[in-house]
């Protein structure tokens, strides 16, 4: 695509290039693998003191693979495996366990390991979060994080959830 209107990092049209390509499939409705290949090239300013900054293609590409299947009726698992190349590459790896009880309690775990090199390598990841909360931190350098949620229907018209969340960086 094309862009004659000034952006952010961007002082002269611009041409860029987005590509996103999912494949899904769907075994007997509970168990679920998903593809999903992203190539992102972007015009961007190099940072300069110039009256007029030299543009540079900013170049992302992106692969993940996930799997989502039941363990019994009330615990389901979740992995997922990305890969991200930029100036750099990156790997973010995480396991999901979802346990419901019928319309009661449901309690969800995750356990991710990354290590990305480069900021430009970033990766995102959904997070289940509490109503009318978006979850969606980005990750970059070594580590690890866990999180746990908890969600508790009281009644008819009550519901509540405890969201706790932890991040170990190197």
Same mark, same amino acid.
């Given at each position: 695509?094309?862009?004659?209107?000034?952006?952010?990092?961007?002082?002269?049209?611009?041409?860029?290039?987005?590509?996103? /390509?999912?494949?899904?499939?769907?075994?007997?409705?509970?168990?679920?693998? &998903? *593809?999903?290949?992203?190539?992102?090239?972007?015009?961007?300013?190099? &940072?300069?003191?110039?009256?007029?900054?030299?543009?540079?293609?900013?170049? /992302?590409?992106?692969?993940?693979?996930?799997?989502?299947?039941?363990?019994?009726?009330?615990?389901? &698992? *979740?992995?997922?495996?990305?890969?991200?190349?930029?100036? &750099?590459?990156?790997?973010?790896?995480?396991?999901?366990?979802?346990?419901?009880?019928?319309?009661?309690?449901?309690?969800?775990?995750?356990? *991710?390991?990354?290590?990305?090199?480069?900021?430009?390598?970033?990766?995102?990841?959904?997070?289940?979060?509490?109503?009318?909360?978006?979850?969606?931190?980005?990750?970059?350098?070594?580590?690890?994080?866990?999180?746990?949620?908890?969600?508790?229907?009281?009644?008819?018209?009550?519901? *509540?959830?405890?969201?706790?969340?932890?991040?170990?960086?190197?």
């Amino acid at each position: 695509y094309t862009s004659n209107w000034l952006a952010y990092r961007e002082d002269r049209p611009i041409s860029n290039l987005d590509f996103f /390509l999912q494949a899904d499939y769907v075994i007997n409705r509970t168990v679920r693998i &998903s *593809s999903r290949f992203r190539r992102k090239v972007k015009m961007q300013n190099l &940072s300069s003191v110039l009256a007029l900054p030299e543009v540079l293609s900013n170049e /992302l590409t992106q692969l993940r693979f996930s799997c989502s299947f039941p363990l019994s009726a009330s615990l389901q &698992s *979740s992995s997922k495996i990305e890969w991200s190349w930029a100036d &750099s590459r990156g790997l973010f790896i995480s396991q999901d366990l979802i346990w419901k009880a019928p319309q009661v309690i449901s309690l969800v775990l995750r356990w *991710s390991i990354y290590q990305i090199e480069s900021y430009n390598a970033r990766i995102y990841a959904y997070e289940h979060t509490p109503l009318y909360m978006f979850g969606l931190p980005s990750f970059s350098g070594i580590g690890n994080r866990i999180y746990t949620m908890l969600k508790l229907k009281i009644g008819r018209n009550f519901q *509540s959830w405890i969201k706790a969340a932890c991040t170990l960086q190197k």
